[in-house]
Antibody, heavy 118, light 110 residues
Framework: QVNLLQSGAALVKPGDSVKMSCKVSGYSFTAYWVSWVKQSHGKSLEWIGEIHPNNGATNFNEKFKGKATLTVDKSASTAYMEVSRLTSEDSAIYYC???????????WGQGTLVTVSS | DIVLTQSPALAVSLGQRATISCRASQSVSISKYNLMHWYQQSPGHQPKLLIYRASNLASGIPARFSGSGSGTDFTLTINPVQADDIATYYCQQSRESPWTFGGGTKVELK
């Protein structure tokens, strides 16, 4: 059974950074892309970027280049995303997802709520 | 970027058919592959894959869900609608990066 377990909610100050994690089990971690998706309150879904755990290759939505950094720890089957220079616009739920051979977002984590507030 | 347009809301009665549409700003089909997918998001939950490549049912999804379409126009059908199906539905394209989602269609009870 595929499971993507994300780190808990974070309350952070404007200007700070936040790093969140996504631990994958029951799935071949190094075989498929891991993507991150943003959902602002009551809004739709935005793709941030993706990383391939096998070689660390990344692709980004231009909107999030320089804003988000994606890394992986293959030994721990865990992907990470760091979001920097936080503003209120970054308050959102962030989901990690994994692709399959046929679709980009086959499996989803439960989400990490990030609240940016002073 | 490819823009996906969905109607914001749809009111349905239990046991009836619900039809949700998604229109892309350019074709999302390559050869025989229609690179449009559908997700369901219930309140307080993460999205869940329902349909991939326009018409293929994802694992564990009941057969009352179906998808169709090609090029720029796609449809998700729920027939018959059950109480568990009250949720928001998103289309998503994987034809061209950045991967984009529609604005979502909220299915509500009439």
């Amino acid at each position: 059974q595929v499971n993507l377990l994300q780190s808990g909610a974070a309350l952070v100050k404007p200007g700070d950074s936040v790093k969140m994690s996504c631990k994958v089990s029951g799935y071949s971690f190094t075989a498929y892309w891991v993507s991150w998706v943003k959902q602002s309150h009551g809004k739709s879904l935005e793709w941030i970027g993706e990383i391939h755990p096998n070689n660390g290759a990344t692709n980004f939505n231009e909107k999030f280049k320089g804003k988000a950094t994606l890394t992986v720890d293959k030994s721990a089957s865990t992907a990470y995303m760091e979001v920097s220079r936080l503003t209120s616009e970054d308050s959102a739920i962030y989901y990690c997802t994994m692709s399959s051979t046929v679709v980009t977002f086959a499996h989803w984590g439960q989400g990490t709520l990030v609240t940016v507030s002073s | 970027d490819i823009v996906l347009t969905q109607s914001p809301a749809l009111a349905v009665s239990l046991g009836q058919r619900a039809t949700i549409s998604c229109r892309a700003s350019q074709s999302v089909s390559i050869s025989k592959y229609n690179l449009m997918h559908w997700y369901q998001q219930s309140p307080g939950h993460q999205p869940k894959l329902l349909i991939y490549r326009a018409s293929n049912l994802a694992s564990g999804i009941p057969a009352r869900f179906s998808g169709s379409g090609s090029g720029t126009d796609f449809t998700l059908t729920i027939n018959p609608v059950q109480a568990d199906d009250i949720a928001t539905y998103y289309c998503q394209q994987s034809r061209e990066s950045p991967w984009t989602f529609g604005g979502g269609t909220k299915v509500e009870l009439k």
